[in-house]
């Protein structure tokens, strides 16, 4: 796996923001094209007599819209990236870096949920490695505080950043750490940023999830980038500093076609 799969991997997902066209009400899938604006809000008079069919609006919505549906997608690269070097880091099949259960959800239905990275001791062949992973983890409940025994590997929640203290998303965390500690797991939620609320922080940590952020200082139970030099054997810190020229020329030009009319 070269440095420019890891970079197609990371940045597939955000490209498909690039053509974004918000769909100002309509039921239009594609989204609504700047003629077509022009159309929809230079015929209501309301809207017309304002001035509200300028372009300027269109490349307004244009960009929030954009810029949600960007950090959504930047979410589900890091997601990938993660996934994708964990397996190759560890020679982990597709099956066994990743984790899902099924639970009955509020409607009293199966639902499945899936966290996007595992890594079971019992599916990694170096055994240097094994004794590294085994450790951490150990060092990793110490400090949560939590003495159990068991504990066969960890199981990994992405994110690009968690900056808003969502309820519905924390109360699935909080279930996907119960379940995860029920099959002998260890409960990791890992920020690639370092755009972390900290409510959620000191949250997460009285539940007993170990958070990883993108801080560039720390130890590997505090920071994303250190953890995967020295747990995976990855440099992943590197890899963003050697390629952020061509990492940056392809965000920035998806950022330019969404602020654009």
Same mark, same amino acid.
């Given at each position: ?12 997902? @955000?490209? $498909? ?9 309509? =039921?239009?899938? /594609? +989204?609504?094209?700047?003629?077509? !604006? ?94 590294? @992973?085994? $450790? ?9 505080? =939590?003495?159990? /025994? +068991?504990?066969?590997?960890?199981? !990994? ?105």
């Amino acid at each position: 796996m070269t440095d420019a799969d890891l970079i197609k991997i990371f940045t597939d997902p @955000i490209k $498909r923001c690039a053509n974004y066209k918000p769909v100002f009400g309509t =039921n239009k899938k /594609d +989204g609504v094209s700047l003629s077509e !604006f022009r159309s929809l809000y230079g015929g209501d008079p309301l809207y017309s007599w304002v001035g509200l069919d300028s372009d300027y609006i269109y490349s307004a919505h244009k960009a929030a819209g954009g810029i949600t549906s960007f950090y959504r997608q930047l979410g589900i690269g890091c997601e990938r990236l993660v996934r994708e070097i964990i397996k190759n880091s560890l020679s982990l099949s597709e099956e066994q870096a990743n984790w899902s259960y099924e639970y009955t959800n509020s409607q009293k239905k199966k639902a499945k949920l899936s966290l996007d990275a595992r890594i079971d001791v019992n599916h990694v062949q170096d055994r240097n490695r094994v004794s590294i @992973i085994n $450790r951490w983890c150990k060092e990793s409940l110490s400090t949560l505080d =939590n003495n159990r /025994d +068991g504990i066969k590997g960890a199981v !990994f929640e992405v994110r690009q950043g968690y900056k808003s203290a969502d309820s519905k998303r924390q109360n699935a965390d909080l279930r996907n750490a119960v379940r995860a500690y029920n099959e002998g797991y260890l409960p990791v939620v890992m920020v690639m940023s370092n755009q972390l609320n900290e409510a959620i922080r000191s949250r997460y940590a009285g539940s007993q999830i170990l958070i990883l952020s993108g801080r560039m200082s720390g130890n590997n139970k505090e920071c994303t980038y250190s953890f995967f030099k020295e747990i995976v054997g990855f440099d992943l810190e590197g890899f963003f500093k050697n390629n952020q020229k061509t990492i940056r020329s392809e965000i920035e030009g998806i950022l330019h076609n969404l602020v654009q009319p």
